[in-house]
Nanobody, 126 residues
């Protein structure tokens, strides 16, 4: 089982960019589908983006499509979330998630299951 550590969060103005990283321990990172989720104060955790184990397929929520890009480097055991054109409503704690046995990324929309990181805070200010 992998362990996940997120980094790259911070404070940014609207329209700005941030890149989140999620480093995974363990030698089997390349077989996991990876996802990013977020949770704003008072709200439930929600799906943001996911990428299949090979990197060949990605899925995004409608709220971030066209602004965020998920990618992975299996040689570095790391998944990234490039966030551009940030909005106030993107403010949240962002979590990385790893799941085995995923054949369709639609399964990753469910915000439970698998292994979770500790989260990294992203704050977008006006």
């Amino acid at each position: 089982q992998v362990q996940l550590v997120e980094s790259g969060g911070g404070l940014v103005h609207t329209g700005g960019s941030l890149r989140l990283s999620c480093a995974a321990s363990g030698r089997t990172f390349s077989v996991y589908a990876m996802g990013w989720y977020r949770q704003a104060p008072g709200k439930e955790r929600e799906f943001v983006a996911a990428i299949i184990w090979s990197g060949d397929s990605t899925l995004y929520s409608d709220s971030v499509k066209g602004r965020f890009t998920i990618s992975r480097d299996n040689a570095k055991n790391t998944v990234y979330l490039q966030m551009d054109s940030l909005k106030l409503e993107d403010t949240a704690v962002y979590y990385c998630n790893a799941r085995l046995g995923i054949t369709t990324l639609q399964t990753m929309v469910r915000a439970w299951g698998g292994v979770w990181g500790q989260g990294t805070q992203v704050t977008v200010s006006a």
